[in-house]
Each structure stands twice: as C-alpha cells, then as structure tokens.
C-alpha cells in the first residue's frame, strides 16, 4: 500500500466526515456490536477527488495480481468495485447479502463463470462477516477468491480470525490506527474522547 494514499484517504475520510465519533450515544453495527465510531464510507462517493484516490489505492492492490472480474459487496462495496473495473476494464459483479426472493434468484448478479479469479471489494470489515459471506457465495459458485480488499478496517482480532477461517486473504486501504491518530490531531475530537475510543477498540481486540 502506498503510504502516500494512505494517509491522503484517512484524512478525508475525516474532511469529509464520515468518521463518526460519539461517546455519549453509541452506533450499532450490522454485528450488533456498539460502538462509539461510525465510518461512513458510503458519503465517498459523493466526492469526485475521494472515490478516485480510493480507486487507484484499490488498483495499487490489484495490478500485480491475476484477476478476472471484479464482485462488489452490496451495498457500499458496489460503488468502488464499479470504479475499480472501469479503470482495469475488467467485468464486474456485485454479491447480495442474501439471495433475491423473487426474479431469478440470484445471490451473484452480472456474468462470472466457474474457475475465475475474483478480487472481492467491500467498504468496510468490522468482524469480516459480510465480506466473508461474500467471498464464500463466490467460492461456492466455483470462482477462486484471489483476495478481498476493502476501504477501512477497525483491525479486530475477530476479522483475522473469521478470514483466516474461512481461508480468505484480506487488506485494507486504510485502519483505525490511522484515523485515531489524526482525529485528535486535527481537533475533531479531545484528547480524553481519543482515550475513551482506542480503549474501546482495544478491549474488542482483546476480547
Ligand atoms: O465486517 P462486518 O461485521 O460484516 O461489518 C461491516 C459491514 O457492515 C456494513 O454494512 P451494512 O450491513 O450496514 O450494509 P450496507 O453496506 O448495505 O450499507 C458495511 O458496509 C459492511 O458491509
Ligand atoms: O460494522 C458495521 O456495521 C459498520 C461499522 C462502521 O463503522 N461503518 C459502517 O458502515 N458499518
């Protein structure tokens, strides 16, 4: 990962504010797990200059590697994964969290054939479980989930643990470690707010 993109992401993320922080009323998870910070990256793509510094850092992570189409997890994931195989000019597919209950059915949409190489592009791993359902649709479908990459991660010894379980590759552009540190840098939050949200985030590591 290119440093320089790295922390040209994690600042706006913040410019822009998607980083979320509350102490008093936390946010709840799709894991159901609270939480005092929020990241959302679905307003990315609200922003020209964002979406595309995320896009060539996902290209970064693609380029050396052998890859036939790109699935984005719905529904943030979807966005990125259109940007990302338009720039590669690779086909693209995007993965429900569950399967439609009407129609065709379909957990996949768009073409992907057994025994392609798919990168999976998700926004976001908290405990990993909807990149993960993501990936194992494809798997099932008979493709090889060659990595799965998303835009931020709280870095949670759940995520490794569930990834490394399910026998998937994962990265993120960008971590809580990078954000924490800027968020009281640049005045977003105080100095006991910081303390507060990393002790939390430690205890989930630990626990
Ligand atoms: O790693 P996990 O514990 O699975 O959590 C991360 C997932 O949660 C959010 O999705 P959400 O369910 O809010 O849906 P959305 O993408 O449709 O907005 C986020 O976009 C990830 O997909
Ligand atoms: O785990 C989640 O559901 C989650 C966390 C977060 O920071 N942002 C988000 O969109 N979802």
Not at 33 to 42: A, E, F, G, L, T
Not at 65 to 71: H, Q, S, W
Not at 82 to 109: C, T
Not at 115 to 122: A, L, Q, W
């Amino acid at each position: 990962m290119v440093i320089i993109l790295r922390q040209t992401i994690a600042q706006r993320l913040i410019d822009i504010n998607a980083l979320k922080v509350n102490v008093q009323e936390p946010f709840t998870w799709s894991s159901g797990i609270q939480s005092p910070v929020y990241c959302d990256n679905r307003l990315t793509m609200s922003y020209p200059d964002v979406r595309q510094t995320i896009a060539k850092a996902f290209v970064n992570e693609i380029k050396g590697l052998d890859v036939d189409v790109i699935a984005g997890c719905a529904t943030a994931g979807i966005p990125h994964a259109a940007f990302v195989s338009d720039q590669l000019n690779l086909p693209m597919v995007y993965v429900r969290s569950k399967a439609k209950g009407h129609g065709l059915k379909n957990m996949i949409e768009g073409k992907v054939d057994q025994s392609e190489r798919v990168v999976v592009i998700e926004d976001l791993i908290s405990t990993g479980t909807s990149a993960i359902k993501a990936a194992e649709a494809l798997r099932e479908q008979g493709c090889h989930v060659v990595k799965v990459l998303s835009i931020f991660s709280y870095g949670l010894n759940e995520a490794e643990d569930n990834f490394k379980e399910a026998g998937f590759e994962y990265e993120s552009l960008v971590t809580f470690d990078d954000v924490a540190s800027l968020l009281t840098t640049n005045g977003n939050i105080t100095e006991k707010e910081r303390e507060q949200v990393l002790n939390w985030r430690d205890d989930l590591v630990l626990s």
